[in-house]
């Protein structure tokens, strides 16, 4: 056999063979770069998705409809100007109402019903059953035709 045509023939499989290794070379680095975009996109995702989780916990809870009232809005008014203790006299005495017992009940029983609801907070302290603001709980929507206080107010109310 003549050595010329072997060294020939070796000189072709190695040719074949780095080319096929630059070829695959290539496509390694076509995927390395692939890769590190996609591990980037999945760091911007966890951020988000850190940054959303943030957001959502801050987010306040969603009130619950208020019933078709008039002075449900008003009443949640009342809490967002308090100051201090409210008793359901009060409350009937700054929406405008006559200081007349049905008032008053009346008065007492829309407080309870926004207790019920989970608006309100009543809380029991010395045989004085008092409504306090619903840890700052966020009101939105509408009753009617007006638009209910932003937050309910930092009061309470004894019944």
Do not use: W, Y
């Not at 780095?18 to 290539?26: F, T």
């Not at 943030?54 to 969603?62: E, T």
Request: glycine residues 6%.
């Amino acid at each position: 056999m003549n050595i010329q045509a072997l060294r020939d023939a070796l000189e072709l499989q190695e040719q074949a063979a780095r080319a096929l290794a630059d070829d695959l070379r290539e496509q390694i680095d076509g995927l390395q770069n692939r890769l590190r975009e996609a591990e980037t996109h999945l760091e911007h995702l966890a951020i988000t998705r850190t940054t959303v989780t943030g957001l959502a916990d801050r987010r306040p809870a969603a009130a619950p409809d208020l019933p078709e009232h008039p002075d449900h809005p008003r009443i949640l008014a009342v809490f967002n100007h308090a100051t201090g203790p409210r008793r359901a006299r009060d409350v009937c005495q700054a929406l405008g109402h006559e200081l007349l017992p049905k008032n008053v009940e009346g008065t007492r029983a829309r407080l309870k019903r926004l207790v019920k609801l989970g608006i309100l907070i009543e809380t029991a302290a010395v045989a004085v059953v008092a409504v306090r603001r619903c840890c700052a709980a966020v009101v939105s929507g509408s009753v009617g035709s007006s638009s209910l206080p932003a937050q309910l107010g930092a009061g309470r109310i004894e019944l």
